[in-house]
């Protein structure tokens, strides 16, 4: 059975940091790519980073403030977050992909940055 298990949400203060990361445990199928999704209150699901072999992407509202990095060894995905900004409030979720296109999604952890 495949867990995803995502630690590291809370409350900041804007321009504060936090460190998202997902456990991944479970036999998955080839593994495409890994990633963090977000979802705030009345919105829909939007991606935030994602990386793929040696590639890594971002959503332009994320671009030079969040970092996506895995761990192979340890089946580990992280989203180092900082200068955070009231917009990125959101609960946050874990996504791999696998090599059959299958998704699968964490529980989510939740993400608010307020003074």
């Known amino acids: 059975q495949v867990q995803l298990v995502e630690s590291g949400g809370g409350s900041v203060q804007p321009g504060g940091s936090l460190r998202l990361s997902c456990v991944v445990s479970?036999?998955?199928?080839?593994?495409?790519?890994m990633g963090w999704y977000r979802q705030a209150p009345g919105k829909q699901r939007e991606l935030v980073a994602a990386?793929?072999?040696?590639?890594?992407n971002y959503a332009d509202t994320v671009k030079g403030r969040f970092t996506i990095s895995r761990d192979s060894a340890t089946n580990t995905v992280y989203l180092q977050m900082n200068s955070l900004k009231p917009e990125d409030t959101a609960v946050y979720y874990c996504?791999?992909?696998?090599?059959?296109?299958?998704?699968?999604w964490g529980q989510g952890t939740q993400v608010t940055v307020s003074s």
């Open positions: 990386a793929r072999s040696s590639t890594t």
């Open positions: 996504n791999v992909r696998s090599g059959l296109a299958v998704d699968y």
């Open positions: 479970g036999s998955i199928f080839g593994i495409y790519a």
